[in-house]
């Protein structure tokens, strides 16, 4: 497969390439929100935008997830119909998170070939993250 500075460079490669082909400032963690913030990932199977809410105290995460959910037959019906509501998410370091996502299987960082159509993916499902997020900031926000 590939090393670890070889991983570590396409890694590089393929943010500067997103950034050079889609410039824009997103959102990301400045919705004004503690512990709300829109993300990119991708790795060796997936590619996924996300809004996550971070927030430890558990009462914050639940009342900011109830908003979420309240808003969740508009933002299916009207934004991403594939959106997935996860209430409980362990990320890789263990920290207890609730995300809304949508995904693109079957691409891979460490395979050129699916960058453009992962590009073009990430950039699309974030724009309709961050108008649904302009739309319904009232409603979301604690």
Known sequence: MFSKEEAKKLRQDFWISFGKSFPRKWILYN???????????FDLKSAMVSMDIENQDLEKRVELWEN?????SILLEKYLPKALFEDTVFLENGKEISRV?????????????????TMVFLKENMAIFEDFFNEYEDVIRP
């Open 31 to 41: 919705t004004g929100i503690k512990d709300f913030s829109f993300k990119f990932h």
């Open 101 to 117: 996502s949508v995904r693109l299987e079957n691409v891979s960082i460490h395979n050129k070939n699916t960058w453009q159509e």
């Open 68 to 72: 979420l959910i309240s808003l969740r």
